[in-house]
């Protein structure tokens, strides 16, 4: 039971990264963003292609790193103790997604919405074929697999979920302190204008498109590092985990029911989501299977958007006020 | 009875209230003009009359019928025909489509009616089947007004007629509106050419920061000095 | 609403944009003569998208959202026939040169009207509440992708395994000089999706209702100040729309060699439909028309060179690239 809830809790924390880059696009600046697996598979790929040979790798001994990156780093005297090879991968992967997020957004930001939410669902198809169909670099739909875990050697393998979970907790903290830094200082006040009024923002001498594609950029280097963590968690990974349903529907549902646009959204809506999706699965069989799941977690969403367009946030953190206030009312009552 | 009577009209988009309870009243056969600077409510007000904008309070009766509460398409067949500033065809419709249109409420053939305005505009008669993206701004406009006529309205209500036309056209605009009006169709319109508008109108009123400031026969408004100084840019 | 680039041009610039996009066009046509028989299944091909892109660009037009779950909407229509035709119809496989049989005639009525009902239920229940308390368009976008899950989850709950197919026979192709091989099912298809198009053609230019749809996809707030009902309008364009994707989803089952229906089949076209779309201008359905075909040829003639299984890739590449050239596709408005 121990291991069930720490492997949940590590999903949710990545889970939680993915909504958090997700709310950078969608919840601060309204980019329509439905092609988070893209960005999310390149993440993933990228941090393990730089850390092990792709498994059937013999036409391509002058690949990048010739990947094995964790092997030749780990052979360093002293700095081999350190894993650098996880820091590199996880920047390896934000790279990556930045530099796509750099092209897609530089084409089509200056489009209309609808044409940006189009092409970054047609760039995350394209990536997972080419995931897919190109062998060489990532074994097609076998995948990849033998991902080194981190700090292996030191820790016993018993206790990695243990150790990862504090590893994710911690990046993903880095990054909430980033973007909670970032919504609170001018750059966010600019990027909340832009999506209440462009038209006004653009007048007020704001460059709009430069200000879009920062946030759309740094929001793809979120997705990416979330992608990283993914792959580390799982240690393989197979195209199919990038399809537009695994990939991005699901994280749509916990920012939608998250409520966008909140700080804490993204950890309340990946809590529930990820608590339905990995719950159910311990349903009587007709209510377990996966088909169940979908058509409910997209009833949900639609029912949210309905009912509740704020999300649950605002529901939980009343609840959570009530709690406190009747240990501390008066700071509560100060603070609202 | 006045034809169009409204009292206390509040109304705005979203949070934003943009008419603080105006009130304004149109009789038949008349022509009545609206003026004020920019953003004082003038449009906002032709659309709450009309429907597109919902008033949030006040009264608005035409025709001795309470019509607030309704929607625009069924404000539209008590017999209230409303031109929109811009955008006011439909682009990719010829201009015989955009005439059927206008009369989309009419149950009985549409011929009589289309081929009355063919000879009311006959410039329009050229082009019936170009598409209307294709007409000048002078025909555009005729266009706009023409297919409001389509349902035979006892008021139509004009927003900004003559904008962005050479003065020769707004000439040949006003004259049509006096036309119009001869026919029996009473018009409310909103004119940045106050002098010009003021002087075929019978009465007008002055809007600013979403409140009627004066109202007066036309000729008597546009001699006023201080709406000259205030709103007429003192010519 | 939305904020689109205004870049100043300089007449170089749109000199050298011209020449470009004529040289696309030549590679383009080159490409598809030499590839002829490739072509030709493109043509097919753009038939079944064309019938779903038409959908999304009428439902665009008067709501001003891409509909994500238009996809799954065609899958509903397939499997719609695919009850009809083992559980209601009587059994009969191989009318004429097709590899289905005359039952199948009556199942794509049937499923669009099927699709229809899903359609006008999907705007009563949802979009319509939604544009009632003023919802932004990105807001009820999601609620589309939302209900595009949840179809494919109720297809997936009821049809899931095993694997089904339409009842078919197998047929021989028809062979054509140049090295052309047709299957007839590509030609009841082709012809199928011709009617439906000429059939909407007469609708939207010579009715009522569908000149109403035209207005109020130009200009809604006139078409209201005009006395049309709106809401109705729209309802008829989520009809018009769901039965067209409900005959897209049949077409789309009877036009693989094997019959089969997959789960994910609609949504995975979505690519294509949105690029066939974007490509002939949005909201245009002539466009959308033009766009498929477009798009339907460049993914079959990609197969020369490419993978199949990038032929969603190069749909959207093709988008890409118009694009860039034309920002409002091929035959998209000015204003």
């Not at chain 1, 820091?87 to 530099?99: E, F, P, Q, R």
């Not at chain 2, 705005?12 to 009243?25: A, F, K, N, Q, S």
């Not at chain 3, 695919?82 to 049937?110: M, Q």
Request: net charge neutral.
């Amino acid at each position: 039971m121990l291991e069930f809830l720490t492997g949940f809790a590590i999903l949710v924390g990545v889970y939680s990264v993915f909504t958090l880059g997700l709310n950078v696009h969608w919840g601060y600046t309204g980019l329509f963003n439905i092609g988070v697996a893209g960005f999310f598979a390149l993440g993933a790929y990228t941090a393990s292609l730089l850390v092990i040979r792709p498994p059937q790798s013999d036409q391509v001994d002058d690949y990048l790193f010739a990947g094995d990156l964790a092997n030749r780093l780990d052979a360093l005297p002293v700095i081999g103790a350190l894993d650098l090879w996880f820091v590199v991968a996880l920047a390896g992967a934000a790279l990556v997604a930045a530099m796509v997020a750099l092209v897609i957004g530089t084409i089509t930001i200056r489009l209309r919405g609808d044409y940006l939410a189009i092409a970054t669902l047609g760039i995350a198809e394209s990536v997972r074929l080419v995931f897919l169909n190109e062998r060489w670099l990532s074994n097609g739909s076998k995948g990849l697999y033998t991902i080194p875990r981190v700090f292996d050697g030191i820790v016993s393998p018993q206790d990695y979920d243990r150790v990862y979970l504090v590893v994710v907790l911690v990046v993903f903290a880095l990054m909430f302190a980033v973007v909670r830094a970032l919504v609170h200082s001018p750059w966010g006040r600019v990027l909340r204008a832009i999506r209440e009024d462009e038209v006004t923002a653009e007048a007020s001498g704001k460059h709009v498109f430069r200000f879009k594609l920062q946030a759309f950029v740094l929001g793809a280097v979120i997705m990416g590092i979330g992608g990283a963590l993914y792959a580390f968690d799982l240690r393989a990974i197979s195209p199919s985990a990038f399809t537009p349903l695994l990939g991005t529907f699901i994280i749509w549902a916990m920012l939608v029911v998250g409520g966008s646009g909140r700080l804490y959204s993204p950890v309340v809506g990946a809590l529930i989501v990820w608590g339905i999706w990995s719950g159910s699965q311990f349903l009587p069989d007709p209510l377990g299977s996966p088909h169940v799941r979908y058509f409910s977690v997209g009833a949900l969403v639609v029912l949210v958007l309905m009912y509740a367009p704020d999300g649950i946030t605002p529901e939980v953190l009343r609840i959570r006020d009530r709690w406190l206030a009747r240990w501390r009312p008066r700071r509560v009552a100060a603070n609202e | 009875m006045p034809l169009l009577d409204a009292t206390g009209v509040r109304a705005g988009y979203g949070d934003t209230e943009i008419l603080h309870g105006v009130d304004m009243r149109v009789d038949a056969g008349e022509i009545v003009t609206i003026i004020g600077p920019n953003g004082s409510g003038k449009s906002t007000m032709m659309k709450s009359i009309v429907g597109i904008v919902q008033a949030s309070a006040g009264e608005i009766s035409f025709d001795g019928r309470r019509i607030e509460a309704l929607r625009a398409d069924r404000r539209i067949p008590l017999g209230l025909c409303y031109v929109p500033q811009t955008e006011n065809v439909f682009p990719t419709l010829t201009i015989t489509e955009n005439l059927e249109m206008g009369g989309f409420l009419r149950n009985d053939k549409l011929d009589g009616r289309i081929r009355e305005m063919f000879e009311l505009f006959p410039d329009l008669a050229e082009k019936r089947n170009a598409k209307a993206a294709a007409l000048s701004g002078g025909q555009r406009q005729m266009m706009a007004v023409a297919r409001a006529l389509m349902l035979e309205p006892k008021l139509l209500l004009l927003d900004e007629p003559t904008a962005g036309l050479s003065p020769l056209l707004m000439g040949t605009v006003f004259q049509m509106i006096q036309n119009i009006n001869a026919t029996g169709v009473a018009i409310l319109m909103v004119e940045h050419n106050a002098k010009k508008a003021l002087a075929i109108s019978h009465r007008g009123y002055v809007l600013a920061m979403g409140e009627v400031r004066m109202e007066n026969t036309g000729p008597e408004l546009a001699g006023d000095p201080q709406v000259g100084r205030l709103y007429l840019g003192n010519e | 609403m939305f904020i689109t680039a205004r870049t100043m041009r300089s007449p170089a610039v749109v000199r050298a944009s011209r020449v470009a996009q004529a040289v696309l066009a030549i590679v383009f046509v080159v490409l598809a003569l030499s590839e002829i028989g490739l072509a030709v299944n493109g043509i097919f091909l753009g038939s079944v998208l064309a019938l779903g892109a038409v959908g999304i660009t009428l439902v665009f037009g008067v709501m001003r959202f891409a509909n994500i779950a238009h996809g799954d909407m065609m899958t509903m229509g397939a499997y719609v026939a695919f009850f009809l035709l083992v559980s209601v119809l009587p059994e009969h496989t191989g009318l004429g040169p097709f590899t289905f049989g005359f039952p199948l005639l009556i199942a794509i009525p049937v499923s669009m009207a099927a699709v229809a009902a899903l359609a006008v239920g999907m705007d009563v229940l949802v979009f319509r509440r939604l544009r009632l308390r003023r919802a932004n368009i990105v807001t009820i976008e999601i609620a589309s992708l939302g209900l595009a899950i949840a179809i494919r989850g109720f297809v997936q709950m009821i049809w899931d395994t095993p694997v089904r197919y339409f009842p078919n026979e197998g047929r021989q192709h028809f062979s054509l000089p140049a090295d052309i091989s047709i299957a007839p099912n590509h030609l009841f298809v082709s012809g199928a999706a011709l009617v439906l198009a000429i059939a909407l053609h007469l609708l939207l230019t010579r009715t009522k209702q569908g000149k109403a749809m035209r207005a109020t996809s130009d200009n809604a707030d006139l078409a209201r100040a005009s006395g049309i009902d709106t809401d109705r309008v729209l309802l008829w364009t989520w009809g018009i729309a769901g039965a067209l994707a409900g005959a897209a989803g049949v077409l789309l089952v009877i036009f693989n060699a094997t019959s089969q229906l997959k789960p994910t089949m609609g949504f995975q076209l979505l690519v294509p439909l949105f690029a066939a779309v974007v490509v002939g201008g949005i909201g245009n359905p002539y466009g959308a028309f033009l766009g498929a075909m477009l798009i339907g040829i460049s993914m079959e003639v990609s197969t020369a060179w490419a993978l199949p299984t990038y032929k969603p890739a190069i749909a959207f590449t093709v988008m890409v690239i118009v694009l860039l050239f034309r920002p409002r596709g091929i035959l998209g408005s000015k204003d």
